[in-house]
Structure formats: structure tokens, C-alpha cells
């Protein structure tokens, strides 16, 4: 009986763990994906933005989530099916723009703040800001974003639209 007691709490805690660790991978799933995608866009991939998005639009479960991350969740997968339909690589800066936005929300509703690698190019830089709602490094980008209107963005919806923008002003390949 007293096995039973013991155990009882630990198969729990163990349960919780691994909940715990399955959706930080899930979550990592979600980043690399959204980067894939941003990258493609950078490289004017088309295909492999699609890509991206149709890992992004999977409905997979995502243990221990808790219930007022699902909205988030939702939009994201939204993003996804948008992204893996879309006609060019031009069209999908506003999805990549709500693609951080989504990101952002969830990050703020659940006071999570990731840890982010230092990226080379403004607008990778803007979507971590936007995806983790980190005013430092906007406040970091935001003169490099001046023609789009990134000082003047002060809200992180006016923020997406800068990055829209700034997306939108990307040299594409021929």
C-alpha cells in the first residue's frame, strides 16, 4: 500500500514532465517551421514555403497546452493552410506578418519568453521581437526599419504591419 501511495504522485509528476517536455518539442516544431517559411520567403522559394506552411497548418496535439492557448494554436494552423496555398511568394507577407503576431499572443498569454538566437537580417530580427513580444529587441531593429515606419510603431499590431511592409520591400529572385 504504501508502494501505491508512493508511486501514485510520481507517475503523475513524471506524467506532467513529459507532457511538459513534449511541448516544448512541439512548440520548437513550430519555430523551426515558421523560420523555414520565412526563410523560403527571403529566398523566393515557393515550394518550400508551402511547406512550411502545411507543417505549420498539421493539427497535432500539443500535450499539457494549457486551454487558453488554443486560440493561438488555431491561428497559427489558420496561417499555415493560408501559406500552403498561396499563389506566390509575394503574397504571403501579411501571413507571415500574423504568423509572429500568433506567435506573440500565445507567448504573452502563457508568460513565456523563449530564448531567441541573435539573427542577421532586420526582418528576422522584427518577426522574434513581434513572435516573443520582446521590446528590447524592437527597440534593437526599429531605426533599421525606418523606411517601413518601425520607430513609429508602437503597438505590436502596428508593428506586424511594419514587418508586412519591410517584407513586402524584399528583393526577390528571379
Do not use: N
Request: aromatic share 6%; with cysteine; hydrophobic share 45%.
Amino acid at each position: 500500500m504504501i508502494v501505491a501511495v508512493w508511486w501514485g504522485p510520481v507517475a503523475c509528476m513524471l506524467t506532467s514532465e513529459q507532457r511538459l517536455d513534449q511541448r516544448i518539442i512541439e512548440m520548437r516544431d513550430h519555430e523551426i517551421d515558421a523560420f523555414d517559411a520565412l526563410d523560403a520567403y527571403a529566398r523566393g522559394d515557393l515550394g518550400a514555403l508551402r511547406e512550411a506552411g502545411e507543417r505549420l497548418a498539421r493539427e497535432d496535439d500539443v500535450p499539457g497546452l494549457p486551454e487558453e492557448a488554443g486560440p493561438m494554436l488555431r491561428a497559427v494552423r489558420s496561417v499555415g493552410a493560408s501559406l500552403s496555398s498561396v499563389s506566390s511568394v509575394a503574397d504571403a507577407a501579411p501571413q507571415l506578418s500574423t504568423l509572429a503576431g500568433s506567435c506573440g499572443s500565445c507567448h504573452e498569454v502563457l508568460e513565456v519568453s523563449p530564448a531567441a538566437p541573435d539573427r542577421a537580417k532586420d526582418f528576422e530580427q522584427a518577426f522574434f521581437a513581434i513572435a516573443l513580444r520582446d521590446e528590447e529587441r524592437w527597440s534593437k531593429v526599429a531605426d533599421a526599419l525606418t523606411p517601413h515606419g518601425g520607430p513609429a510603431a508602437t503597438t505590436w499590431s502596428q508593428r506586424q504591419a511594419v514587418l508586412t511592409r519591410s517584407l513586402s520591400a524584399l528583393p526577390k529572385p528571379d
